[in-house]
């Protein structure tokens, strides 16, 4: 709404000022002019006498400059202010016609950094970091359900795990059944199951394929991992000082 106010300001400035233009032209001299009316009643005007017929010359009318009735000094000095005023005009004009473009830039610019500054949150999740371990907040879906927890991110795993706790909500269909092993080489008994959606930021991975099983050990701040079926689709860099992710889809 601001630019187009500019746009249209900065058009009517230029409108005026192609008028105040014109009418410091106006000041410069001319030669009179004459009008007569012939015997038909058609009104004619003209530059120079001889272009009038003799039988109308009694009855013209002539016209002349203002000022023409002042003395050729005083005409001047008219005619030279009008010339002044209409240059200060043009002048002043000008310099609204910058301010109003310097403006337009400005608030371009801003746009311009308000669109890259929205689309970078957009792109970005705030996560947790604790003790060298990254939480990512993740949103899954399935069958109309939405679950939102935080997932561990790990390079290590192949798949993205939910404990069992967290997946129930889900209704997940088992795949299939086995055993997987944990980063510390146990085998645990897992079930291989699908979501509609699994979703991180920006990014959403459709008919996701997650493992599921149950948590051993003491609790933890998250409900599984964000494993490498996801992480392996996406590019991701990770800021620890403001402790956010950027994510982009490959």
């Known amino acids: 709404m601001k630019t187009e106010n500019y746009r249209l300001r900065r058009t009517v400035i230029c409108a005026i000022a192609g008028f105040l233009l014109l009418l410091g032209f106006s000041g410069t001299p001319r030669a009179e002019f004459y009008k007569y009316t012939d015997k038909d009643g058609n009104v004619f005007f003209v530059d120079d006498l001889s272009q009038v017929p003799d039988e109308y ?3 013209i009318e002539t016209y002349r400059e203002r000022y023409d009735n002042l003395p050729e000094q005083d005409r001047e000095r008219l005619l030279q202010q009008e010339r002044q005023q209409a ?8 310099l609204h016609l910058q301010q109003s473009q310097t403006e337009d830039a400005l608030e371009r610019n801003r746009r311009l950094e308000r669109d890259r500054l929205k689309a970078q949150q ?3 999740t705030e996560v947790r970091i604790k003790d060298n371990q990254i939480l990512v907040p993740v949103t899954i879906s399935n069958i109309g359900i939405d679950v939102t927890g935080h997932l561990l991110l790990d390079t290590g795993a192949s798949h993205t795990v939910l404990h069992r706790e967290f997946a129930e ?6 795949i299939a059944k086995g055993y997987a092993k944990t980063a510390g080489g146990h085998s645990v ?3 291989l199951g699908s979501v509609d959606a699994l979703k991180v930021g920006p990014i959403v991975m459709k008919d996701a394929q997650v493992l599921v099983l ?3 050990g003491p609790p933890v701040g998250y409900v599984g991992l964000l494993g490498m079926n996801f992480l392996g689709q996406v590019s991701y860099n990770i800021d620890l000082e403001r402790q956010v992710i950027s994510w982009q889809a490959r």
């Open 57 to 59: 010359r009694p009855r």
């Open 87 to 94: 240059l200060e005009n043009r002048q002043q004009i000008e």
């Open 122 to 124: 957009q792109a970005e």
């Open 169 to 174: 909500q889900l209704r997940i269909i088992t």
């Open 189 to 191: 008994y897992s079930e």
């Open 214 to 216: 149950n948590h051993e």
